[in-house]
């Protein structure tokens, strides 16, 4: 089972940035479990920002709550993150995976580096 997150890069203040996460896995099923967005700042434990379940409900810390928006498309396989209003503290390295992890049977990977600066 393999998780790739893409769509990072380094945007101004104010700005948007859209992420994706690839689930692949051989005779794996991506659309029961509950998703995430986690994200890790150089210093800090790896927090979760958003979870979406299957229903593609979705739940989000207080920092990104009316800023960010989860989404996912089951028969694709695939997460997102929509991300706006970008702040510097959203600068991060920011992994999806399963919620809580290690349900999903996925390593971390790289994650998608995000920077927020003028």
């Known amino acids: 089972v393999q998780l790739q997150a893409s769509g990072g890069g380094l945007v101004q203040p104010g700005g948007s940035l859209r992420l994706s996460c690839a689930f692949s896995?051989?005779?794996?099923?991506?659309?029961?479990?509950?998703m995430g967005w986690f994200r890790q700042a150089p210093g800090n434990q790896r927090e979760l920002t958003a979870r979406?379940?299957?229903?593609?409900?979705?739940y989000y810390s207080d920092s990104v709550k009316g800023r960010f928006t989860i989404s996912r498309d089951n028969a694709k396989n695939m997460v997102y993150l929509e991300m706006n209003n970008l702040k510097p503290e959203d600068t991060a390295q920011y992994y999806c995976?399963?919620?809580?992890?290690?349900?999903?049977?996925?390593?971390w990977g790289q994650g998608t580096q995000v920077t927020v600066s003028s």
């Open positions: 979406i379940k299957s229903d593609s409900t979705g």
């Open positions: 896995g051989s005779g794996s099923i991506f659309s029961p479990y509950v």
């Open positions: 995976n399963s919620v809580p992890f290690g349900k999903l049977g996925a390593e």
